[in-house]
């Protein structure tokens, strides 16, 4: 089944640390990958996304990712985090068709 | 570029009633519209995917009757939640594409946090 996983709920990290958050699709093929943010209580924020190409993929607000797929995976990254950067983090994947399959999240803390 | 904007942001209302919310692609046409449902602390769930100036596709278990769409323009689709009970309060977010097609990525608006008291 075509599915996202994202296998952390939730990732506390202090300012100015780097940040991994972790993405695994389940698919035959390559889906096209993409990262969202949300802040409480709002819409998402398209990150960054991937289709084909080179398999690092840069993004806004200083967010990379790096598309692996010997893993099936999508890991999100970033050298060193604000606090403004805190909020929920989702990995989608659309396997083919218009719609977006997305991960469970991961809420992301960061502490002074 | 690429705002979608979501109105209401928040509205509550007493059970029974119909409550409308728009969404609208602010500086593009926006051949698609998605509306997903979240639940606090959880993943956005499609509910249903309309194409303008067509019927709108719903996904299993999403009940047309009760969640109305209505996507008139390239700019505009609303859902309507009708005789809404405590049950369908939730977060309740669009998003919109420019194009049809699984390589265009969606743009969300704000949500609209629905209560029924």
């Known amino acids: 089944a075509q599915s996202v996983t994202q296998p952390d709920i939730h990732i506390t990290v202090s300012e100015g640390a780097s940040l991994e958050l972790r993405c695994n699709y389940s698919?035959?093929?390559?889906?096209?990958l993409f990262w969202y943010v949300q802040s409480p209580g709002q819409g998402l924020q398209l990150l960054l996304k991937?289709?084909?190409?080179?398999?690092l993929v840069q993004g806004i607000k200083g967010f990379e990712a790096e598309f692996k797929r010997s893993q099936s995976s999508f890991n999100l990254r970033k050298p060193s985090v604000h606090w403004s950067d805190a909020a929920e983090y989702f990995c989608?994947?659309?396997?083919?068709?218009?719609?977006?399959?997305f991960g469970t999240g991961t809420r992301l803390t960061i502490i002074p | 570029g690429a705002v979608v904007s979501q109105h209401p942001s928040r509205v509550i209302c007493k059970s029974g009633t119909s409550v409308k919310i728009e969404c609208r692609s602010l500086d593009f046409q926006a051949t698609t519209m998605f509306w997903y449902r979240q639940f606090p602390k959880q993943s956005l769930m499609l509910m249903a995917t309309s194409n303008e100036g067509s019927k709108a596709t719903y996904e299993q278990g999403v009940e047309k009757d009760k969640f109305l769409i209505n996507h008139a323009s390239l700019t505009l689709s609303t859902l309507t939640v009708t005789s809404a009970h405590p049950e369908d309060s939730s977060f309740y977010i669009c998003?919109?594409?420019?194009?049809?097609?699984?390589?265009?990525?969606?743009?969300f608006g704000d949500g609209t946090r629905l209560s029924i008291l």
């Open positions: 989608a994947a659309n396997f083919g068709n218009e719609k977006l399959t």
């Open positions: 998003s919109a594409a420019k194009e049809r097609g699984w390589d265009q990525p969606q743009h």
């Open positions: 698919y035959g093929a390559t889906p096209y």
């Open positions: 991937y289709f084909s190409g080179d398999t």
